[in-house]
T-cell receptor
Framework: AQSVTQLDSQVPVFEEAPVELRCNYS??????LFWYVQYPNQGLQLLLK??????LVKGINGFEAEFNKSQTSFHLRKPSVHISDTAEYFC???????????FGTGTQLKVEL | NAGVMQNPRHLVRRRGQEARLRCSPM?????VYWYRQLPEEGLKFMVY????????ESGMPKERFSAEFPKEGPSILRIQQVVRGDSAAYFC?????????????FGPGTRLTVT
């Protein structure tokens, strides 16, 4: 079985500042990793995913994430946030070849002026 | 290409009633997943279906919950005799192929409130 930990439930940050949202996972098998964003009262949208290859993954809206196998982490970063980035961010994993996503509890990113 | 569609978007039921949630996957997608999001929690997998088949229902509560994905028409998540604890957002996702890290595309969700 897999599990995902997002230690930060809320992250406040000022506009144009950098941000990092942390994600750690646990699994006995190799996994694929995902970051999704959820805007209020909407469904989830994929930001980026790591399947294999380069450990630095670039996604939409200027986000990127780095897979670190030794630390079992997949932290999400953005060098300069915008007000429109205010949303809930979910890290998720699925076993390689698997079909169901296991989500973390989410991190609420609040960007302030 | 329309995205994943779910209806209704909001559903209010009194305790003991039945709730039916519908999901139309993206065109060309034959794999459907249902997830539940309780307040202040992440999404939890419930069931994975292909047309006319339940592939994995390991996340479904043993009683009162059922799901189907018929040959024609949307996928249905059915909750019988709802209780207050069923109040949650229910999300449907679809993918063209399963496994291999293929993206699951999510619908806007159905927010169920049990009074």
């Amino acid at each position: 079985a897999q599990s995902v930990t997002q230690l930060d439930s809320q992250v406040p940050v000022f506009e144009e500042a950098p941000v990092e949202l942390r994600c750690n996972y646990s699994s006995s098998v190799s996994v694929y990793l995902f970051w999704y964003v959820q805007y209020p009262n909407q469904g989830l949208q994929l930001l980026l995913k790591y399947l294999s290859g380069s450990t630095l993954v670039k996604g939409i809206n200027g986000f990127e994430a780095e897979f670190n196998k030794s630390q079992t982490s997949f932290h999400l970063r953005k060098p300069s946030v915008h007000i429109s980035d205010t949303a809930e961010y979910f890290c998720a994993v699925t076993p390689g070849g698997g079909n169901k996503l296991t989500f973390g509890t989410g991190t609420q990113l609040k960007v302030e002026l | 290409n329309a995205g994943v569609m779910q209806n209704p978007r909001h559903l209010v039921r009194r305790r003991g009633q039945e709730a039916r949630l519908r999901c139309s996957p993206m065109k060309g997608h034959s794999h459907v997943y249902w997830y539940r999001q309780l307040p202040e929690e992440g999404l939890k997998f419930m069931v994975y279906l292909q047309k006319e088949n339940i592939i994995d229902e390991s996340g479904m509560p043993k009683e009162r919950f059922s799901a189907e994905f018929p040959k024609e028409g949307p996928s249905i998540l059915r909750i019988q005799q709802v209780v207050r604890g069923d109040s949650a957002a229910y999300f449907c996702a679809s993918s063209p192929i399963t496994g291999g890290g293929y993206e699951q595309y999510f619908g806007p969700g159905t927010r169920l409130t049990v009074t």
